[in-house]
């Protein structure tokens, strides 16, 4: 289709940087769409820096509300802290994790999901870290909240309940 047209000197790299660039703007349009909690999870269990740097990405392009964006980026760039090498980084990562799924938290305080998420990263996290003072506040929250959960958030729940210390599937 393209072959015989007459493209002067430079025009061929032009046009093939037009069409890139719109494949991004269309990918980024489908990103904004496309936040799936199922993916997610599976991206927080599996935990590889790869999948987790771009589910950051879908999440900040996604359509979900700030306060939610906020609280699904902090929980995975806590989870990051987990994967990098450079202590310093390591622990810059987690606390902007922490700061902003806490201020998610704050403003949202019946989200059972993030307190769920809370306490899957506070049961997992060093002591050292000093963030597990919400354990036991966070297990109650989503034992009472548990049945109101979308299927995915409860499968999630179930399936970290198998490795958990404190939350129990009987507690459910």
Not at 39 to 61: H, P, R, S, T
């Amino acid at each position: 289709m393209f072959g015989n047209m007459n493209f002067k000197r430079g025009a061929a790299p032009i046009f093939a940087a037009l069409i890139w660039i719109g494949a991004g703007a269309i990918n980024k349009a489908v990103a904004q769409e496309r936040f799936d909690k199922a993916a997610f999870y599976k991206v927080m269990e599996a935990g590889e820096l790869k999948d987790i740097n771009d589910e950051i990405d879908v999440v900040k392009a996604s359509a979900l509300k700030e306060n939610d964006k906020k609280g699904y980026e902090g929980v995975l760039l806590m989870r990051k802290a987990g994967k990098v090498k450079v202590p310093a980084h390591k622990l810059n990562l987690f606390r902007e994790g922490a700061y902003k799924l806490e201020n998610a938290l704050k403003n949202d305080t019946d989200n059972a999901e993030f307190h769920f998420l809370r306490l899957t990263i506070q049961e997992n996290v060093p002591k050292i870290v000093h963030y597990r003072k919400d354990i036991e506040k966070d297990k109650q929250h989503v034992i009472r909240n548990y049945k109101s959960q979308p299927d995915v958030v409860k499968a999630a729940i179930n399936s970290y309940c198998k490795i958990s210390k404190t939350l129990h599937a009987e507690d459910l």
